[in-house]
């Protein structure tokens, strides 16, 4: 299983960004998804989570802001982010698993994540 992250970068507060999770090596359609995020400092917290039928799950301090999506025909999951704030600012991460873990660290797979930078 091999997850890629890309589409991070530098925005003014305000701004938007979207991510991408490349997938490879299973059946991306068979497999759980998320997205997740850790500032220096800090503990890595769930985003977030995309189960198998399509429901979407988000941390609160990104609810209405961030939005989570997937098209299995290019195995990719993708995050919309809006409405940036530098509290935003974090390494981002995608993980995949089996398991529904929703927006819990415990997936088995990760990405080499992507940095997301927010200034005020």
């Known amino acids: 299983v091999q997850l890629v992250e890309s589409g991070g970068g530098s925005v003014q507060s305000g701004g938007s960004l979207r991510l991408s999770c490349s997938a490879s090596g299973y059946t991306y359609s068979s497999y759980y998804m998320g997205w997740f995020r850790q500032a220096k400092g800090k503990e890595r917290e769930g985003v977030a989570a995309?189960?198998?039928?399509?429901?979407?799950s988000y941390a609160d301090s990104v609810k209405g802001r961030f939005t989570i999506s997937q098209d299995n025909a290019k195995n990719t999951l993708y995050l919309q982010m809006n409405s940036l704030k530098p509290e935003d600012t974090a390494m981002y991460y995608c993980?995949?698993?089996?398991?529904?873990?929703?927006?819990?660290?415990?997936?088995?797979?990760w990405g080499q994540g992507t940095q997301v930078t927010v200034s005020s």
């Open positions: 993980a995949a698993d089996r398991i529904y873990w929703w927006l819990l660290p415990k997936y088995n797979y």
């Open positions: 995309i189960d198998s039928v399509g429901i979407t």
